[in-house]
Structures are given as structure tokens and as C-alpha cells.
């Protein structure tokens, strides 16, 4: 074991060397969604094909139709060692609104809290800083030895805005990208202390619908009363989506949701989760949706609708007495079990059209979606990555379920015929999505120790 | 006779001009409701106040809390002549939406329509073009002889923006201000060959109500189905406001609303007024308002609530999985017969405050409102004033509603102690407060000869 000490030690020596080379990833504003960044998106993918050609791996950036994949290779010092693929995305979300931010979001900083030391900055968590916990553990490796398994690592762009050239590309490279098991880091740990693998996922399905009536904005006191008003429109659209109880209205939409196994309950009962201090952490304190369910299984194992985004007539300062011509929202699904993504993206059309009254019409625009998924929880894989977090941490790792969509473990399974790991260090106060959105120095630090402690399990003969 | 004649020649020779002079007051983008364009407001008031000196006007430029009104008096050629006040508004309403504009909303130009050469840019229509009538034909009579009453004009610059200055303008202002009658031009004609008298107008209730949940975003997979989404709340608090049948649900809104006499009633009917090709001019084919009422009714006579703006979450381009912290609504209510604004106001507040779910609060902003009115029949002024357009039109004026609000009828009644004319010769097709708005050339040649003819009438011993 004289490598992984020994990688563990220079890991802890070069942490404000790693922490610098996080912050230059950071400060790439690498939005996907905004083709405004297509520019950033590029310069991040360049920059960590230097980083990985810097520590030895064949790093290359290829192109797709969207923003491009970074895609690198490095042998292990052994013939028959196994061979892992890494996924991360250097891609991130909008860091709007603007005004809520306490230091420009690509300024990235280190800030203290009572927690703890903090890394600031869009994408800190989700995912810059999760990826180079990955990048940092084989830099570690490789100065100290050997690699312990074949490594593959895959960096996606698109991963915050719907994945468009994911499919294509493993279609095109399923024989380079296949591997033994794949390896994310996109999810996070139970809390501060207690690490997580996540094996399940909810699937989702996300739609913009654009409300159209009068061929031109209308002035409200010339036309008010006569004409249709798109936003009165979308707005019962909207009201319609639940019920009093919480649910989705939508027809056929729970075909497919399964009780949660006794099992699986029974663990989540154990793991001390205190959904009413969930809720209190972002200023709430009742859950919100299903009746009878508790927090943890809303949102876990329950489906959701939720709008993302509203907009109609005139929002700037002050008030205009318009009529608008146009009304529009961007709608998402969270999925699970075995619902179909297509079948109720086909349901919700039809629910829109079926409300839309003399005069209006709708055009519908897809985000793209996933189904929900399940992972194997026998494998060895899994028990020896369980046991190197348990090795780091002091503490047995829980598994758990996500209420996000990571739509790669789908396609990995699907495309390539290969199982995910999800083993991440996000904490739930990280703000991912959200202004001044955090990582912890400790999970930058313990998660790049973690990925030592697990390669060199998964690579041990 | 002859002052009239050769005051009505001076108008048709001097059409080149007054265009530029309209395009000039045009081209200042004097949009009150925005901060940003504060000084493009005082740019046109002092533009005004520069135009009327040059007419031999006492013409001031008044500093007010927001806007700056333009005062400015003249004196009639003999001792005992009839005083009006004329009042016209110089701010516009914002642009937006840019990119449906055709030219730059505030570059105007002279377009070639099927109908006649039309003027398009913001305020050619509402109000710059309307106020310019008057203006051109006070210029008219004093290049001809005297003025045939006492004049006094006041021009507004925040009536776009819910006239927050006035009130206390005309308290400060009583003496100077008041008139035998007040004359406004900001309402339209019948049609394009008949003129009208608008003697009924709408009042409005205009409030902006902020829904907030959250103490941030939040991540919707993360916190989806848990977590309370306030676009979900403030959708079903808009889908209550209306019935079925179209009617508005607010406690007690219909107190003070009286079906219409049978004698204006009839007038109406008579008009042939087409309901459905009013509607088929912007796009639209049936009435979308309260069962059972005809579109005239619906615009003139009923009272409304629509929905001005809407927004919440994530609005740009791509998809943004954010469960928003708030979501808000701009609503207007037009009042008609004896509804009172405050009344309906506190039924608003209380039925949204009765919707919130828990952990939801709500932040009202109130942008103003007055109550309906109804002008006096039998006036000699409105007797000559008819008269006039008819010599002018070749047409009997209609005594017509409006469903728009213009506070300042309401303020000059009762703080003034004095009753308006509202003649004014805009088109239902001039796109008021929408892109490419329009006034058409024959509306500011034939206004301004009109208000030459009224004046004259008006000063008649």
C-alpha cells in the first residue's frame, strides 16, 4: 500500500496547487444552454485537455454537434488491470439572476464559514469541482506510481441543457468509450460527514410551451374584456397540472410508479434523514407536494411537475396596460420507475391542446428527457468502492436515491452496456442552480482522497 | 368668418413642417415608467415648452416629484372670451417587444398604407401625435389673428406610468389651472371618416403582486415535489380571478355596476359597430370576455381584470431545471359605472392573501387607479364642439365610451371643479402601446383643423 499513502500525502501537499487549478476551470464561463458562451465552452474543454495531457493522458478535444467532448486515455502498469470510464461535464448552468450573487459568479473564492472553508462560484460543485477531485486523484497517482486501472475519462458540455450530442457520440465511439464500469461524479454525500453512493435516479422530461392568440400586443383598456388574454391561458393550463392533493393531473402519468420496496423504506427510515431541517435550510417548512408521502420519498421515488420558468406581457419597472400576444413556460417532469418519458410528454400535448380555448394555438419546444433508473446493488465494483469510502471517511456509505436527472447512467447502460458508480461529494446547501452556489474545501479535498482509495481498490488484483 | 378660413389654409400649407415638428417630438423616446429614460422626458417637456413660446405662449417647464409637467397660457384677442384648458400627455409607453418593430420605435417615418400615408414610431399615436393637433392649430390661429378663447395647456409626462405627480400638481395648482371646460386629445374617432366625442370611460385598479417562497433557487430535482413552486401558486391565483362564463370572481367587484340605459344602448346598436371584424383586425374571432354581452359592451361598459405581465424562474433562451424562490404578476382591473377602485383593490389583496399556501408570502405594489366616469350630455360646449367636427367631417360626430382610462378626467372634475371634452382622432388600429405604432396623416391633418373649427366655436360670443 506504499502508492496509496503516498498518493494520499501528495494530494494533501498540493492542495492550494489544486485548488488554483479549480478556480482557472471556474472562471471559464462555460454556460451550454446560452449559445453566447459557445465561446467558454470551448476554452473549458481545451483547458482540461491540457490539464489531463499535463499528467500523462492521450487527451483530445472532439467536436459535435453542440459543444465538444473532451475524451482521454491513460494505461495502467499492469496488462488485465480493469478499466474504468470517468464522466464529469465541465459544462454549467446560467448564473442568473445576477443581483443575487455576493461576488461575481467566474470570480471564484475561498470563503469562510462556520462549517468550514468554502469554494464560491458557479460550477464549484456542480460539476468543475466534483470532475477535478477525479483529475487531482489520478495527478496524485501517476506522481506517485503507476495508474491502477486503465482509465478513460469523457468530459460532456451539454450536460446542463439537455445532452443533445450525448447519444451521437457514443454511438460513434462505443468501442473507445466502453469499460468495465463507468465512474460519475455528479451527486453528492448523505451529509458533511457521511458518504453516499447514489443508485437511484429520477428520469425527467422537460417542454417549453409558447400560448399565441392576437396577432399583435393589444392595448388591455382598447381590447381588454373582448380579447383573449394568452397568460389567463397558460395560467389555468398551469393550475390544471395538480390536484388538491398534490398530484399530477396529467392522464396515465403515475402508470408506472411502483410502491417503494420494504427494503429500500426500511433503509431510508434508518438513515436519520430530517426532512422538516431539509426544508428549513432554503427557508420553508411544510412540504409542498403529495399528501401522505414523506420528504425523502417525494424526492426520491415519488414523480413531479414542476414550472421552471414563466413569462408573458410586460415585466420591466413600473406597469404597461398590454394585452399580450403570447404567453410561455418551460415545464419539467421528474420521473420514476418505469414511466415513459415519450408517453408523457405525448399526455402533456395533449393536455395543453385539449385547454386551449377559441383563438389560441400552442407551439411546443423539447428540452430533451430520461427515464428514471435503478442500479445493481450486488456488484463488486460497488462493494470495493464502498469500502474505500468507508476506508477515507470512517464511516459506512449510504445508498441512496437523487431526485435529479443524470441522463448518462441511462445512456451508458443503454449504448455502451456498461453500469455507473455514482459516487459524489456535493453537499445539499451547495446552491447548485443558484446563486453564490458553494463547494466545500473538504469535499474538493477528502473527494479527490476518495478517488485515490477507489482506484486503487477497483485496480487491485 | 375669414380668421377660420385663413387659419384652416394656414394648416393645409404648413403640413410639411408640422410633420417635421411632430417627428422631432417622436424621435425623444420620453418612456416615463422607466428611470433609464428620465431625461429623454425632460428633453421633450422643455422641446414643448420651446415649441409654445414660439407661438407666443407663457410657456414653463414645472418640476414635479417624478416627470415635469409643461405649463403655458395665452390670451384671447378680446376681454370676456371662453378660458380652455387643453391637456395632453408627451411620455410613451415602453417599446418592447423591439424586435417586432418594423423601424426603430423612435426613429418615426411617413409609410404608404392602402388607407392613406401613415406616421409609425412610439407616441405618433398616444399621445404626441393627438397633442400636436392642438398645438398646430393654436399656431394656426395666431399666425392669422387672435385666439379666440383664453388658452392654458397642460401637458403630462407620466400618464403612461399612472400619474403619480398630478394630484398634488393640481392641488398646488387650482387657480391657474382651471377653465371654463378642459379639453383632451387622447381618445379616437369612430372610424376613419367619422368623427366621435368619447363622453364614457373605463376606470382601473392597477396593482403588481411578487409570490415569494424559498429563501432562494433551488434546484427542482433536488428540491422538486417537496419544495413549493410560487409560478404554481401565483397560476392558480390568476386562474380563480375568472368563472367560467368569463366573469371576474373578486368578492363584491360587480357593487356599482349598472346595465346600460336603454337610450345609450340603442345609440350603440345603431353605430354598426362590427364586433367581429374589430376582433378579425388583430387576429382573433370570438369574444373571449363575459357570456351574453355583445364586444361593444364587453369594451365599453363591462369591467374587466387582465393580466398585464407575468414572470418567474428561468426566461432565456434553453431549458434551466430552477425551482424560482419567486414569481410575479402585473394585473390591471378597468372599472366601469360606480365600482370603487379601493374597494376592489382590498378584495384583490385579501383573495390572493387567502390562496397563499404555507411558507408563501406576498408583496403587492399598487401603480395607481380611478374610478369610471361619465361626461355631461348637454353642455354648449360639447353642442358647439359636435357642430364643429361635423363642418370638419361632413359627418356627425357618435357619442362613444372608451374601455382605456384617462385619470385626469376624473382629477379635472374633481379637483378642479371643471368637466372635459374628449375628442381626439386616433384609429382602433393605430397600435397604441404596441409595436409600430401609428397615427395616420390624415388624423393630424384633419385633428388639427378640427380643434381650429372647436376653438373657433368655443370663442363664438
Known sequence: ?????????????????????????????????????????LTAAEWLKGELAGIGFEAEVRPTAGHPMVVAHAKAGRPGAPHVLFYGHYDVQPPDPLDLWQTPPFEPRLAEAPTGPQLVGRGTSDDKGQLMTFVEACRALRATGPLPCDIT??????????????????????????????????????????????????????????????????????FGGAAVNPIHVLARIIAD?????????????????????????????DIGFDGAQFLKDVGLSVPAGEKDRSVLEMLWSRPTCDVNGITG?????????????????????????????????????????????????VEFVAHGGSEALQLPLESQALTRA??????????????????????????????LGMESLMIGFGLEDDRIHSPNEKYELSSFHKGARSWVRILTALGAA
Open 1 to 41: 500500500m506504499a502508492q496509496l499513502d503516498a498518493a494520499l500525502a501528495r494530494i494533501d501537499a498540493d492542495q492550494d496547487a489544486a485548488l488554483k487549478r479549480l478556480f482557472a476551470l471556474v472562471a471559464i464561463p462555460s454556460v451550454s444552454t446560452d449559445p453566447a458562451y459557445a465561446g467558454a465552452c
Open 153 to 222: 475519462i469523457l468530459f460532456e458540455g451539454e450536460e446542463e441543457s439537455g445532452s443533445r450530442s450525448l447519444p451521437a457520440f457514443l454511438a460513434a465511439n462505443k468501442a473507445e468509450l466502453h469499460a468495465d464500469v463507468a465512474l460519475i461524479c455528479d451527486t453528492g454525500m448523505l451529509d458533511r460527514t457521511t458518504p453516499a453512493v447514489t443508485t437511484m435516479l429520477r428520469g425527467i422530461v422537460t417542454e417549453e410551451l409558447v400560448i399565441k392568440s392576437a396577432d399583435r400586443d393589444l392595448h388591455s383598456g382598447l
Open 313 to 361: 406581457g410586460y415585466t420591466g419597472k413600473g406597469f404597461k396596460t398590454v394585452l399580450p400576444a403570447q404567453a410561455s413556460a418551460k415545464i419539467s417532469f421528474r420521473l420514476v420507475g418505469a414511466q415513459d418519458p415519450q408517453q408523457i410528454d405525448a399526455s402533456f400535448r395533449a393536455f395543453v391542446k385539449a385547454r386551449l380555448p377559441a383563438d389560441c394555438r
Open 241 to 269: 397540472l395538480h390536484d388538491a392533493d398534490g398530484r399530477v393531473t396529467l392522464p396515465g402519468f403515475y402508470d408506472g410508479v411502483a410502491e417503494l420496496p420494504e427494503e429500500i423504506a426500511a433503509q431510508w427510515r
Open 386 to 415: 464502498r469500502a474505500a469510502l468507508n476506508d477515507e471517511w470512517g464511516k459506512e456509505p449510504v445508498l441512496i436515491g437523487s431526485g435529479g436527472s443524470i441522463p448518462i447512467v441511462g445512456a451508458f447502460r443503454r449504448d
